[in-house]
């Protein structure tokens, strides 16, 4: 078991239905109210959830985990906040492999943080930094994970829930305070001894790490291996020929998977 949470969840803000938490929890964040390190914020229904690539994030009501964590990670630089990213990824495939009936390989995070169980987006991540200077003002973190939902909209490439993996109900609240314990932990991780070895541990469990497979850099089709993540968090790309390639978030696509950062 994990010690009880330490920053995250220090405060819950519990909704029962908003446009999106992310903007809840910013908005809470720009009008100057005090708000503690850890603030949850949950919606029972988040009615119009925002994902990555401005594509909306749907989630069937009083189903899923939708929630925000309000951070101020003072300790990293604008440079490094991919850090936080990789922290809050672990966190949730931790949390993931113990509480499916999954092997280690099955839970895997799909750069840059996708969670996927096997070839199916399981969680969708969105985290949005405040910065100013040198400085990350804060950060809010979203987390969609679908839990107990067992049907979705045709127009999603590849979704899954944690019912589908394992047949189970899950009790959220329960459940959110389990993630919640996971999250604090790789984040307290990452404050306390920095990011190489976070660095290791998250490129070790990426989709399709050191596997040749099938990619598209803008249009151009290419197979290649990844081979790791730099230190802006471009994915580092080795192709057939050995020449290797940093891409970015815009220009790199999962070939047969071009449409699952909405699901
Ligand atoms: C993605 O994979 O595209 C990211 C999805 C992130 C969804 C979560 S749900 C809670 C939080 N509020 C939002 O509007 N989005 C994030």
């Known amino acids: 078991m994990l010690p009880d949470s330490l920053i995250f969840g220090s405060a819950k803000i519990k909704l029962d239905a908003i446009g999106s938490t992310n903007d809840f929890a910013r908005d ?17 229904n988040q ?49 993931l492999r113990d509480v499916l009936p999954v092997n280690m390989t099955g ?20 985290i949005e930094n405040a910065i100013s200077g ?17 049907h979705f909209e045709k127009s999603l490439a590849n979704p899954t829930s944690m019912k589908l993996v394992s047949g189970e109900h899950f009790e959220l609240e329960h459940q959110l305070s389990c993630l919640l314990g996971y999250l604090d932990r790789s984040y ?4 306390n001894r920095g990011s190489q070895k976070l660095n290791n541990n998250y490129v070790k469990n990426l989709y399709r790490y050191k596997e040749l497979a099938q990619f598209k850099i803008g249009n151009q089709p290419i197979q290649a291996t990844i081979i790791g993540v730099d230190g802006s968090g471009k994915l580092i790309l080795e192709k057939e020929n050995k020449e290797q390639m940093h891409a ?7 070939v047969n998977f071009a449409n699952d950062n909405k699901a």
């Open 134 to 150: 040198s400085k990350i003002l804060h950060a809010v973190v979203g987390i969609g994970l679908n839990v107990n939902q067992d």
């Open 188 to 191: 307290v991780e990452l404050r």
């Open 28 to 44: 809470l964040l720009t009008k100057g109210d005090e708000i503690l390190e850890g603030t949850v914020v949950i919606a029972e």
């Open 47 to 95: 009615q119009t959830g925002r994902g990555q690539r401005g594509n909306s994030w749907v989630s069937e009501a009083g189903m899923n985990l939708t929630f925000s964590v309000v951070l101020f990670p003072k300790f990293l630089s604008p440079s490094d906040q991919f850090e936080l990213s990789k922290a809050i990824s672990l966190g949730i495939i931790n949390y």
């Open 107 to 126: 839970v895997r995070i799909k750069w840059p943080n996708d969670i996927y169980v096997g070839n199916e987006k399981i969680c969708g991540i969105l």
């Open 248 to 254: 970015d978030f815009q220009e790199v696509k999962f």
